[in-house]
């Protein structure tokens, strides 16, 4: 499910090149797919993910502070094709992704000045993503010159959610744990289907050489969509859940994800995770990089009939690292 390799996109070229290593961000705190109920606070920052191939970024037009409750940031995430990519191909944008904005308000109680007490951090966010599609598409009943197009897609998702940190619930049963960092959110939206169906590979041939009995052929690879299995406008909704522990003076947090998924035609999912992450030293808001593993499709809802496919087939070790501009 996760590719081993990891690849970095360099923002002002048109190319993209691959190292032995990767990482992520739009909060470090993510999963494979890129999904969180964490909501970074202002911060420009850039993102790597290595399973979902993505290259993402947080621009904060506005600085926060006690007086300022509320704030916008800019948030933007190209996926690339199979890890390396194109930024335009043939005077054509080649990304997929989304963009779009979250305004976060502050709901926190700080404590007065010379007070060794952290502050109860609350917040709250709303946002919109436009998502951007850029595909291609095998229709098998048209000519052969005409079997093989590019498609492209827009959707859109709103999103909202609240989070806290240093949060002590209290219940008998979890209070031992003490301070905890806590996110829930969810999005709602329509676009295409791409992101849950499989993509075929295509092969043209465009040369043969035959010597005696023997052949050797060059052509031409693609992934492609079948176009009676696209569909260009189903609803879906993410429900996300976080919950986080820090310790070693706050520059480690283990945290457990949770996503809830559906999708128009489809049976629900739970894809959960855990994780470790390096905090910031002196910001225990701000994940540096990340280990988790992540299971998709916990219950097997959506395995095709006749196949097998155990948890830890769509199991997946994703690494993830920011880098604050």
Known sequence: MCKSKIFIFLIFGLTAVSLNLSYAQISVIQDGDGETSIQILTINQIVFNAADEAISFTISPSIFSNQNRGYWLIQSTANANKGSSSIFNKGEFNYSGKAGFNYVYDHS????????????LKYSFIGLDIIYSRHSVLDTVQVFK????????????LKFGYNWQNRIIDLPVLRWLGELSIGLSGSVGAKDNTGIIDAVEVTTIDTTWVNGTKSR???????????????????????????GKRFFNQRLLLNLHGTFATDEGKSV????????????DGAPLEA???LQLQYKDWSGNRIEPGTTSTRWDRSAIVLTAGFPF
């Open 269 to 280: 999912v739970f894809n959960p995770a855990i994780g470790l992450f390096l905090l910031e």
């Open 109 to 120: 109680n700080y404590p007065g000045p010379g007070s060794t007490t952290s502050p109860n």
């Open 288 to 290: 540096v990089v990340g």
């Open 146 to 157: 005409d079997q093989l197009t590019d498609d492209t897609n827009l959707g859109v998702q």
């Open 217 to 243: 052929s060059i052509g031409s690879t693609k992934d492609v969509y079948l176009l009676h299995e696209l569909d260009d406008n189903i609803t879906f909704s993410r429900w996300n859940f976080d919950i």
